[in-house]
């Protein structure tokens, strides 16, 4: 009886030919399908003879390795092309073969062309895995150079604006001057309108300088022995006419307050406190109520602000801390610092995470849902580590949470 390996050698002008015109339409092989048939077979019948499949494992690496580009999902699978050799050797043992040697032939073929078919999937799969990580990385890279590129926008930015910032309040303090110098009300009140702009336009530009260096990894903390207590003193001080101009109230519970001292910045962590006090001003309702609160936990203070506002879509949660991710809806954007709901640039929270996140804390926001009507409110943490020195540098233990813009 004809083995194989015979029976493809006698036949193989006719498998070619056969195989050649089922295949001349595939984009892949068209140019050159006569030849890549030859090969084919070549390799088939090398296999075939020797019991061996690694001539025709060889021929399909190369056919992978041949195409024009990296396989994606919009390139042509090399799978399609050798079922069809499988059907065309199928139909020609058929055709060709003697009835009692056609079913052990086929037998023969079928074994080695679905070896085969199994083999072509998994380097296709693989070929497929490697252009995917090669995707991902250039991707990656590409969010990185953008992500510095904004980063280096936003302080190029941010340090232009000082300069003409820093004239207009030039003029305006001497405005200022001339308007008392003469006794005229009007020029004082020109001069005081000018620097009440200039001064939130610095609160912006710095913002903007925090939000870079916060991005660019470059925040840099001057940690010491401070007491809490007189930090939110401080912060306490710092909103008190906000508070006044929403008729709010302010509640500090300082029993819960430690006594002892922390390790921190007491500028930056001053900041930070601050942000969330603005924050929780600006989303609670005229006469509502906002408490800050402390407990201390194992290694660790917990700084709670709870306002009595209108609380958070939980479909926002995730995104709070995002800078510029401030209220989408248009209308509602203020230049005034604690409108009730005013949307501003969106980079207090982001800075107030980054500045405790670089003290090694974290901070997140936790609230029942967003209700105007209703206000269930929010309340902001802040996890601090409690420490006896300086760390050698700054720590990031983020927990899993979330908060507010």
Known sequence: MTDLATWIEQHANALIIAASETLSGNELLQAH????????????????????????YTMLFDWVDARSSPMDEDTASLMPVLAQLKAVTGEQIYRLARPEEAAALYYAADTIFTDALVFLAAI???????????????AARQIERLNQAKADFIAIAAHELKTP?????????????AGEAQHDETLLLVANGIDTGARRLRE???????VSMIDLKMLELNFQPVFLHQIIDAAERSVQAFVAQRRQRLVIERETIPTEPIVADPERLLQAINKLLVNAIKYTPDE???VLTARL?????????????????????????????????????????????????GLGLPI???????????????SP??????????????????????????????????ERA
């Open 204 to 210: 912006i530009v710095e913002d903007l300088i925090d």
């Open 288 to 290: 509502g109520q906002i």
């Open 33 to 56: 399908a006569v030849q890549a048939v030859e090969a084919f077979y070549d390799a088939l019948l090398r296999s075939a003879r020797t019991f061996d499949p690694t001539p025709l």
């Open 297 to 345: 936990l194992p290694g660790f203070i917990d700084l709670m602000v709870a306002d009595s506002g209108v609380g958070i879509d939980p479909r926002r949660l995730p995104h709070i801390f995002d800078a510029f991710s401030a209220s989408a809806d248009v209308s509602r954007h203020s230049s005034g610092k604690v409108k009730f709901q005013g949307s501003g640039p």
């Open 352 to 366: 107030a995470k980054g500045i405790i996140e670089a003290h090694g804390g974290s901070i997140w926001a936790e």
């Open 124 to 138: 296709e799969a693989e070929d497929l895995l490697i252009t995917a990580r090669d995707q991902l990385k250039r």
């Open 165 to 177: 910032l820093t004239v207009i309040e030039g003029y305006t303090g001497m405005l200022r001057s």
């Open 369 to 402: 849902g967003y209700n105007e009507h209703t206000c269930p409110g929010a309340t902001f943490h802040i996890m601090l580590p409690l420490r006896d020195e300086a760390p050698q540098q700054a720590e990031t233990v983020p927990l899993p949470k979330d």
